[in-house]
């Protein structure tokens, strides 16, 4: 990306010094000149006064300003060296040598030097942002863009009347309806002032300023409707003349508190919503206008502001109607001009503009930007903005473009990647819509015979469990397993109840049906009585899980039919009725195998040598238990249990111990085999008779009217995407 700061920082320091040079015979009490004899060239060609450190120009040095008015980044301002050239002005002021060296040709080549670099390195990366934003990538992604908001009756309208040199509307209540784009293109000297309004389908032509207030109504109430309401939709207005700087703007709807009218009760909550919408993005300047006869932490404007940019980083700060302050409380509004009330990194500028009473009057936009330096240059407090370069519209001017121009320096290495990822991952989703369909019954069964291979092979990578992911996506194995690991805890919840429940048995058999048998004997019949019982408590909770899990692969491959055959929509409805057949099939023949599981549970059997092994373990953790004081206690007055209660606890738990590791497995295996890879093998199979039904193909491969709208979603997508790579390309190779 081309470095345009430093080529621009070396034009405009060699211009600077030609023109202090010409300037250091000047005394300064000779600044203030009779005004019959001095046009004051402002950075707006057209008005008639233009702004230096040390004071005015006359109007031989008007090519110069014009050349001064580039925008510069802040950081290579070299407003010091300007200064101090200032300060050795020498007396002998040579009018006749003053104009020869203006008309030089040395000063007319460093003029024409520094116009060019304005207009192919400054200029570009405005015209790039409105560019991208005219071919619609904000449906994208966000651009880098200055945001305006304010409260109602901020004077918002008033600053961008000044910035813009045009009437905006003006009235009652809320008169900014919808977002309104302002793109200002300052065009050479010789050229009239022509603009353009484009919403929806319209583009409308300007020939006058005096049009554009009624052609932005027009369009609020096409947009917006006309009782007051507000709309997202935006409004663009492009306009071209001498007499503005270049500079894209957003104005924002102003921030009503009460209805009126009209308008919908909650309006005040809808325009908040409106622009936090707009100002949330880190690619978005917020331009905050706010009153300095106002408590500015009251506003409502610089709250949301904070809100979404806390740390200021995004924020420019613009104080109006200075001469409504009190008097006597000049000194706060130049604390929050110093940043010491509510700290914003990029600061506060402050402006006076047209109040109602000057519309009123019909005071112009050019005397009244002459008034406004008259007032600050006068202003006994405000004075030192001034020579801050912080007050008046014209440094306002200056600062945005700088700000915007910086802006959108800074987020073209993010924008660009942006657009990179945005196009291949549109270019990746056509793919998946075949932009000629196929006519020839030849043609027809090998797109099918393509479409099921590939849905067949993602079949096989998600059994496998090496299925691609998107995003946050989860394979499906994992998803089972956790399931499993419920059935898990299923299983120790049965044994936790075996423990709880058994000694309540055993003491019903002693006391009930107990017969000729000496203490010590189990009766073989109660301990198979108390483990058929658990283990017919296991069996609804093992069918649950199949239910889930197999609800899980049908929802995955249900997943894959959508991807593959979405956009044909016979075909993906003939495919989910198979998935159906299929799941219900493996479903009757897993809970089949479940349940059967279950009936040779309830046949009490285990090898000699586990049963007495898993007892072993049991009795050794019993007797650990006693020696600590756990279960014995001795000199308590606790009744112990009687040894045959003892024995029937301890040849239950052994068993169900045994029982429990033969399920934890088992049941897994079976759910797996008959409602995973079972399901997906007959899904295949199923598939590939689709290939047999020729009669039919025609059919399936008829295209959904969805699909057919998704495709020129995604390929109006594409072609905006790559034009805006297109943009960027030809922007870094100037």
């Not at 060699?14 to 001095?38: E, F």
């Not at 009123?360 to 240059?377: D, V, Y």
């Amino acid at each position: 990306m081309f470095d345009f700061r430093s080529c621009i920082k070396e034009q405009t320091v060699i211009t600077n010094k030609a023109l202090m040079d010409s300037l250091s015979g000047k005394p300064k009490n000779q600044q203030a000149m009779d005004s019959r004899n001095v046009i004051f060239n402002q950075p707006f060609a057209g008005t008639k006064f233009g702004l230096m450190k040390g004071g005015f120009a006359s109007h031989y040095l008007q090519p110069f300003f014009k050349a001064f008015a580039v925008p510069l980044p802040p950081e290579f301002e070299d407003e010091d060296m300007m200064m101090d050239n200032v300060k050795e002005r020498k007396p002998n002021y040579d009018q006749k040598e003053l104009k020869k060296q203006c008309y030089g040709e040395e000063d007319k080549a460093a003029e024409h030097t520094l116009h060019n670099q304005y207009e192919k390195k400054i200029r570009p990366c405005i015209n790039l942002i409105d560019s991208l934003r005219a071919l619609g990538i904000e449906k994208d992604m966000a651009l880098p863009a200055i945001a305006v908001i304010g409260d109602q009756s901020s004077g918002k309208s008033s600053v961008l009347e000044a910035l813009s040199g045009i009437a905006l509307p003006r009235g009652n209540g809320i008169v900014t309806r919808c977002p309104l784009e302002l793109k200002l293109k300052r065009t050479p000297a010789t050229q009239e002032w022509k603009g353009k309004i484009h919403y929806r389908n319209f583009n409308i032509l300007l020939h006058n300023a005096s049009e554009v207030d009624n052609a932005i109504r027009q369009a609020q109430n096409v947009v917006a409707g006309n009782k007051g309401a507000i709309s997202g939709e935006l409004v663009s207005l492009e306009i071209w003349s001498p007499d503005v700087p270049d500079l894209t703007l957003i104005d924002l709807p102003g921030i009503a508190r009460v209805a009126v009218g009209d308008q919908p009760k909650d309006i005040g909550e809808q325009i908040k919503r409106l622009l936090k919408k707009i100002i949330r993005f880190k690619e978005t300047l917020n331009l905050v206008v706010v009153p300095c006869n106002v408590d500015i932490a009251t506003t409502e404007a610089l709250k949301m502001a904070q809100e979404v940019d806390p740390s200021g980083e995004r924020t420019l700060g613009i104080l109006t109607k200075p001469d409504l302050v009190d008097r006597g409380t000049e000194e706060s509004v130049i604390k929050i001009m110093r940043n010491k009330v509510i700290p914003l990194k990029k600061g506060y500028m402050i402006v006076k503009c047209r109040g109602q009473e000057d519309i009123h009057n019909k005071l112009s936009l050019a005397t009244a930007i002459q008034q406004e330096r008259k007032f600050f240059q006068t202003h006994k407090h405000f004075s030192i903005l001034l020579e801050e370069r912080r007050a008046t519209i014209p440094y306002l001017a200056e600062k945005l473009t700088n700000e915007l121009v910086g802006h959108i320096t800074k987020s073209l290495p993010t924008l660009e990647n942006q657009i990179h990822v945005a196009l291949q991952k549109t270019l990746q989703d056509l793919e998946k819509y075949r932009k000629v369909s196929p006519t020839t019954e030849s043609e027809k069964l090998t797109v099918l015979t393509d479409l099921i291979k590939l849905f067949n092979r993602d079949v096989s990578q998600t059994v496998c469990g090496e299925e691609q992911l998107v995003g946050n996506e989860i394979r499906l194995f994992t998803k089972i397993r956790k399931e499993f690991q419920t059935w898990e805890g299923v299983l120790l919840e049965c044994a936790v109840k075996v423990n709880k429940t058994v000694p309540g048995k055993a003491w019903k058999y002693e006391e009930q049906y107990r017969g000729r048998e000496f203490p010590g004997f189990t009766n073989f019949r109660t301990f198979e009585d108390v483990i058929k019982e658990q283990i017919i408590e296991l069996e609804e909770p093992a069918i649950e899980i199949l239910n889930r899990v197999i609800g899980l692969v049908e929802e995955k491959f249900t997943e894959l039919t959508m991807r593959h055959f979405g956009n044909f929509h016979n075909l993906n409805r003939a495919v989910k009725t198979r998935i159906e057949d299929v799941r219900e099939k493996q479903a009757e023949e897993a809970q089949r195998h479940i349940r059967t599981q279950f009936k040779m549970e309830r046949i009490v059997y285990c090898q000699d040598n586990l049963y007495k092994n898993d007892l072993e373990s049991v009795n050794r953790e019993y007797l650990n238990k006693a020696s600590n004081g756990k279960e014995s206690q001795v000199g308590s007055g606790m009744q112990r249990e009687p040894y045959s209660v003892e024995d029937l606890v301890s040849r239950t738990k052994a068993y169900f111990y045994g029982a429990s590791k033969r399920l934890s497995n088992q049941i897994p295996l079976i759910i797996l085999s008959s409602a995973f890879h079972d399901f997906a093998d007959g899904l295949q199979t199923t598939m590939l008779h689709l290939l047999q039904e020729k009669d039919k193909l025609s059919h399936l491969l008829e295209e959904d009217s969805e699909a057919a709208k998704r495709k020129i979603y995604l390929t109006e997508r594409a072609d905006r995407l790559t034009k805006a790579r297109q943009e960027l390309r030809n922007f870094t190779s100037l």
